[in-house]
């Protein structure tokens, strides 16, 4: 849970990508890693197979400077999407204070996104949070491609987001919609720690 | 070398144990790798970076521990060329934290292990029970996240 430091007034928030394979995850802090100034970013981890799937997480810290009067520092991880690693998904999970979850916008991998969300739901479940309590958007990215192979964010919203999440379309190779998919979350976790909801917990 | 804490609790047991274990980084954090406090490191964003994979190989290889029917792996040792690192959780009345701690040459692994051990009583000794919340960030914060995100991304 997010880490305040009343006495050098600092915020540190982790926030995780979660969705499955393929949609986009990593893609979307690649593309947040290129955009953002060298003095206000870390390295880029990326622990990843020989092939480029992630394998255990991507991890990117971000500063995002002053709010309120606290420095406010975010960690960016993605989760594999892949079904067979959730037990690194969990792992990674742990602590996170917001989850942005990206669905790919592909007719054929609507299954896929489905079964996503109720893995998410479960793997937050056995941390101990109720979902409905946990600060959450989605993304519907690829939605570049050809339109007789996706689904639109009207038909994706109706399959998916249930709970009325924020959504949002986008292209995150080419960046359209990954800075508004940020500053949604961002503004999400940080309103729950204005209620004290996330304040001072334990770690 | 820079020292930083986010506890004060912290800062007089992690001062001790670097001084004794002459050691070059020392990160004290939540098992989701929420730093409480550090010695060596200079930028913040880097030691996320530190942080974020000490608790990952704590969180996996505690997993894998699981796997073989261990509850989990008191610490791990890893020595390098020119330096060595030991990680390893402790229980406190905060919860638990993890330890990572990185030395070179003018140390040893023994001393690391002896230092440690103190190091962890003196933050069970030292860590309160429980933390009052505050209040954390004004109602109009959403206007300052968005000039922050905006100069960040620059447009």
Known sequence: MSLVNFTTREITCKIVYYGPGRSGKTTNLQYIYTQVPDDRKGRMVSLATQTDRTLFFDFLPIDLGSISGFTTKFQLYTVPGQVYYNATRKLVLQGADGVVFVADSQLRQLDENIESLQNLQANVLEHGIDVRTLPMVVQFNKQDLPRELILSPEELDDALNFRGHPTFPADALHGTGVFETLKAISAEVLRKLSEGAGAARRG | ?155
């Not at chain 2, 550090?38 to 290889?61: C, E, K, Y």
């Not at chain 2, 040893?108 to 954390?136: C, M, N, W, Y």
Request: with cysteine.
């Open chain 2, 1 to 155: 070398m820079s020292t930083t804490v986010v506890e004060t609790w912290t800062e007089e047991p992690l001062v001790r144990y670097v001084a004794q274990a002459s050691a070059r980084i020392v990160v004290v954090m939540t098992p989701a790798g929420q730093v409480l406090a550090q010695h060596g490191f200079t930028r913040a964003v880097d030691l996320m970076g530190a942080s974020a994979l000490g608790a990952a190989i704590m969180a996996s290889s505690t997993a894998l521990a699981q796997q073989v029917g261990e509850t989990g792996f008191g610490a791990l040792y890893h020595s390098g060329q020119k330096h060595g690192i030991h990680l390893a959780a402790c229980q406190t009345p905060r919860g638990t934290l993890v330890v990572l701690t990185v030395f070179g040459k003018e140390t040893s692994i023994g001393l690391v292990q002896l230092f440690h051990e103190e190091f962890v009583t003196a933050l069970q000794r030292a860590a309160p029970v429980d933390q009052e919340r505050k209040p954390i960030l004004a109602a109009d914060f959403e206007s300052e996240l968005n000039k922050s995100l905006t100069s960040l991304f620059r447009r």
